[in-house]
């Protein structure tokens, strides 16, 4: 099911914004014209990877032990993070960001 999530223009560039969808925690990373979603949490200890920072064109540092993901992907590239995280299709569209959960 598609969501309406936020607008674009709230989405400050390279920096990651939690929001709940269907009760569930998802991370929204603007990265130029693109938006990614994973989920909200960190397949390490659960905690909210909002916070976090780009280290790369696509990869995001967990806000709390050092380790990294891969927005597109969700998959890890740093430890700790050792397990991939969900990622969901995002498309803009007149300036809302819409997120596809299943
Ligand atoms: S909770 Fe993310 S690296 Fe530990």
Do not use: I, N
């Amino acid at each position: 099911m598609v969501h309406d999530v936020a607008a674009f223009a709230d989405l400050p560039e390279g920096t990651g914004v939690a929001f709940v969808v269907e009760g569930e925690p998802v991370l929204l990373v603007r990265v130029g014209d693109r938006v990614f979603a994973t989920a909200g949490l960190c397949s390490h200890e659960d905690q909210s990877l909002e916070g976090g920072m780009l280290v790369g064109p696509t990869e995001w540092q967990c806000p709390h032990h050092g380790g990294a993901l891969d927005l597109a992907t969700g998959r890890p590239t740093r430890m700790p993070v050792c397990a991939p995280v969900e990622t969901f299709p995002v498309r803009v569209d007149g300036g809302r960001v819409l997120v596809a959960l299943e």
